[in-house]
């Protein structure tokens, strides 16, 4: 059964950083196969896209993370990144990160989130 374990999140001020990683296993196909998407759902709030890594490494952002965010991937590590920069207290949410199986839609995997509280 496939698993992705969500870490890195916690307690930031205002204009603090933190990096998620999110490490899988247990894939039935090659990690490298699978699109990585970070998701976040604050309280009261639906679930967003926050950023996305396709398989050959092109990313995309939430425009309101656009230039404070950067995803990335680790294929031989099978983890994904999500690098936080000059957080705000509107980042405060969940995140979750999904695996999304490029050759198959509707094969996809979630975490079971990490929290990130930015407060001062």
């Known amino acids: 059964q496939v698993q992705l374990v969500e870490s890195g999140g916690g307690l930031v001020q205002p204009g603090g950083s933190l990096r998620l990683s999110c490490v899988g296993s247990?894939?039935?196909?090659?990690?490298?196969?699978?699109?990585m998407i970070w998701y976040r759902q604050a309280p009261g709030k639906e679930r967003e896209l926050v950023a996305r890594i396709s398989i050959i490494g092109s990313t995309d952002y939430a425009y309101s993370v656009e230039g404070r965010f950067t995803i990335s991937r680790d294929n031989a590590k099978k983890t994904v990144y999500l690098q936080m920069n000059s957080l705000k207290p509107e980042d405060t949410a969940v995140y979750y990160c999904?695996?999304?199986?490029?050759?198959?839609?509707?094969?996809?995997?979630w975490g079971q989130g990490t929290r990130v509280t930015v407060a001062s």
């Open positions: 247990k894939f039935p196909d090659r990690f490298s196969t699978y699109s």
């Open positions: 999904k695996a999304s199986y490029f050759y198959r839609a509707g094969n996809e995997y």
